[in-house]
């Protein structure tokens, strides 16, 4: 080659290619353990709203009803939660239909009296993402028996 003659070598181009692979690939990686974030938090909002909803519904009631029964675990509905068909039986085997899209979740609450006319309602929602996780929303309902 003479002086004159300008351009890249192959060693320069296999480097530069490299370079830019690894780049890509991170790049890659970035995009890719976003979209697991953005899955776990669509899971917790469902999660959320299922607990928020049966709050709802049970600070409506009466201080006595039997849903709000002192020391016993409800459980309202099971959908195929687990992998592959993997089913997770609830202690009390509720049976029933809930969640959201895919319904890969279960919600229970237990309510406590820690002292006369204050219960404590706790509400859970598990589902599996992977490993099983859980949600809690705790609610304090104040009344009096009649």
Same mark, same amino acid.
């Given at each position: 080659?003479?002086?004159?003659?300008?351009? /890249?070598?192959?060693?320069?181009?296999?480097?530069?290619?490299?370079?830019?692979?690894? +780049?890509?690939?991170?790049?890659?990686?970035?995009?890719?353990?976003?979209?697991? +974030?953005?899955?776990?938090?669509?899971?917790?909002?469902?999660?959320?709203?299922?607990?928020?909803?049966?709050?709802?519904?049970?600070?409506?009631?009466?201080?006595?009803?039997?849903?709000?029964?002192?020391?016993?675990?409800?459980?309202?509905?099971?959908?195929?939660?687990?992998?592959?068909?993997?089913?997770?039986?609830?202690?009390?085997?509720?049976?029933?239909? /809930?969640?959201?899209?895919?319904?890969? /979740?279960?919600?229970?609450?237990?309510?406590?009296?820690?002292?006369?006319?204050?219960?404590?309602?706790?509400?859970?929602?598990?589902?599996?993402?992977?490993?099983?996780?859980? /949600?809690?929303?705790?609610?304090?309902?104040?009344?009096?028996?009649?």
């Amino acid at each position: 080659m003479s002086k004159n003659e300008r351009g /890249f070598s192959l060693i320069e181009l296999m480097v530069a290619s490299m370079l830019f692979l690894v +780049g890509a690939l991170g790049l890659l990686r970035l995009m890719y353990s976003s979209s697991e +974030g953005v899955t776990v938090a669509q899971k917790l909002t469902q999660a959320t709203q299922l607990a928020r909803t049966k709050l709802d519904e049970l600070v409506m009631l009466p201080y006595d009803d039997a849903a709000l029964a002192i020391g016993a675990v409800h459980e309202d509905g099971v959908k195929n939660l687990g992998p592959a068909g993997t089913s997770y039986t609830p202690s009390g085997g509720a049976t029933g239909d /809930f969640g959201g899209k895919d319904g890969w /979740f279960a919600r229970s609450w237990e309510v406590t009296e820690p002292v006369a006319g204050l219960k404590v309602i706790t509400i859970t929602v598990k589902w599996w993402d992977g490993p099983m996780r859980t /949600f809690r929303q705790v609610h304090l309902v104040g009344g009096m028996s009649q």
